[in-house]
């Protein structure tokens, strides 16, 4: 039997302890450390019920028994179990002699393990219960009455602890979620405000623009296909704003920068503890799109296993967050984009058929910028304005030649690189009007001339520096690394000279 002074001082510092937290796992840790050192125990667990399943879980489960039956993370069902009765009651149960009587589906468990007595004490805040608090010994008999008291006002305070603590998770797990949905919607301001429209007047152009007008009221899936750097993302947001969903989110998955093994995870979200590393539940891109719109560009990079999830999705609305056997209903809009060959790519196997025609229901090809050169000087100018202005510049203006260049240029970057191009020509302005250095303006052939003249420059000096270490730096001789290369020595040196080629100090005796 406790004395009432001791068991006020212990009931203090397991509310102080319990208090100081503010996750479960420290919790947990704590409740078994306090219950040690306020109870007589061989065996001491909480289970916590879930609704979902209409069962409880041991969530904490500490034993001094050589034979362990119930585990941590064992499932006990609300029917017919012992936590079952006291969650129903909302009161304690004590079964004071399991070797004579066994009541309930986990007392043949708790016998096996060798234990003589079980008290299961109800988790009550206010009028909801929680889960249970079990202690077992491998005596037997009816506890002392002030012991039972104690336990209740420890069994209490466990129950505050956990409710005050899955508040404050619930919390934080809101306070990501919005930081999460803020991160979308501020890179979406901010991409929406760089170039927020589609500019030019060319007809391949204002074909695209009256396809994306045709859809965009709908809810129908889009596939829009073009070249690097033509727009597509723009195209797919100038559609969401069409759409009765503008109010909602567009959430953008490039799909060729997930990780490989989080891309499910990213995609779909997962539970607390899905996997190493997922110490908080997290909502996936499309349960963050819900209402809205989701852009899935590059959908050629996305593998093959999370094609055939996505399809599932798309046909029955159905979520399944990583470690989680429950499904979320989604509301979704799906706009896909690539520059990729999807018919060929379901030719290889890296593209499923099914997922195609899914997302090919009103497909729209946006045109490469050398097929509506007529486009390019709005184009330029929209950035010039655009850039002056971000990098506070003074007006400037493009010279007559300047301009002819850009329409005559074949550019393989598209819009994108256009715009880059302009920046470039802004931030290195040094008077009114815009010079573009003729190296910008390189035709790809002559770019990839150059490129394979730096490359082959670079395989001579490895060439010659791998036979120079195999000589030791040595270069006259039968056995020189002159003669070796089938060079004049003198030649060797000049070459050595123009690539920068030194000998090493250490073999400066050599």
């Not at 010994?137 to 420890?154: C, H, I, R």
């Amino acid at each position: 039997m406790r004395d009432i002074e001791g068991n006020y001082r212990a009931l203090l510092a397991v509310t102080n302890a319990l208090n100081s937290q503010r996750d479960t796992d420290g919790l947990w840790r704590v409740i078994i450390e306090q219950i040690k050192k306020v109870v007589p125990w061989e065996r001491a667990g909480v289970t916590l019920y879930s609704a979902e399943s209409d069962s409880f879980r041991f969530y904490v489960v500490e034993t001094s028994m050589p034979t362990r039956v119930l585990q941590r993370d064992a499932v006990i069902p609300r029917a017919g179990s012992a936590v079952g009765w006291v969650y129903e009651h909302r009161r304690v149960h004590v079964r004071p002699d399991l070797t004579r009587e066994r009541l309930f589906v986990e007392d043949d468990f708790f016998a096996q393990e060798g234990l003589g007595r079980m008290i299961n004490l109800p988790l009550l805040v206010h009028d909801t219960c929680l889960g249970t608090l079990n202690i077992g010994s491998v005596q037997t008999g009816y506890p002392d009455v002030e012991d039972m008291e104690f336990l209740e006002q420890v069994a209490s305070q466990i129950a505050f602890a956990i409710d005050h603590v899955q508040a404050y998770e619930q919390i934080n797990r809101l306070r990501e979620e919005l930081a999460r949905e803020n991160e979308y919607l501020v890179e979406e301001i901010k991409l929406t405000h760089n170039f927020g429209t589609m500019v030019g007047k060319s007809v391949a152009l204002r074909q695209v623009l009256m396809l994306a007008q045709a859809v965009g009221p709908t809810s129908t899936a889009a596939l829009i296909t073009g070249e690097t750097g033509t727009g597509k993302e723009l195209l797919a947001r100038a559609i969401h704003e069409l759409s009765p969903r503008r109010h909602k989110a567009f959430i953008r998955v490039n799909c060729a920068a997930l990780l490989i093994g989080l891309v499910e995870s990213e995609l779909f979200g997962h539970e607390r503890g899905a996997f190493t590393g997922a110490d908080q539940c997290r909502l996936g891109r499309f349960e963050l799109a819900n209402g809205g719109t989701l852009f899935l560009d590059e959908i050629s990079e996305m593998p093959l296993e999370t094609q055939a999830k996505l399809l599932r999705v798309l046909e029955d609305g159905q979520v399944d967050r990583v470690g989680s056997s429950q499904s979320n209903q989604v509301d979704v809009r799906i706009i896909a984009a690539t520059n990729a060959d999807l018919v060929a790519a379901i030719g290889t196997g890296r593209f499923r058929a099914d997922l195609f025609y899914r997302l090919h229901v009103f497909p729209i090809v946006i045109p490469p910028l050398r097929d509506r050169p007529e486009d390019i000087p709005l184009l330029a100018r929209h950035f010039l304005e655009y850039f002056q202005s971000k990098l506070k510049r003074p007006r400037l203006d493009f010279g007559a030649q300047v301009m002819d260049r850009l329409v005559r240029y074949t550019w393989p970057g598209n819009v994108r690189e256009l715009q880059n191009m302009i920046e470039r020509a802004v931030i290195l302005a040094r008077s009114s009007t815009i010079v573009i250095d003729d190296q910008f303006l390189m035709p790809p052939s002559a770019l990839a001339k150059a490129d394979a003249t730096d490359n082959l420059h670079e395989l001579e000096r490895l060439h010659i520096l791998q036979m120079l270490d195999r000589t030791m730096w040595r270069i006259y001789g039968p056995d020189g690394a002159a003669a070796q290369l089938g060079l004049n020595p003198s030649t060797l040196r000049s070459r050595l000279k123009r690539l920068g080629l030194k000998r090493p100090v250490h073999l400066a005796s050599i």
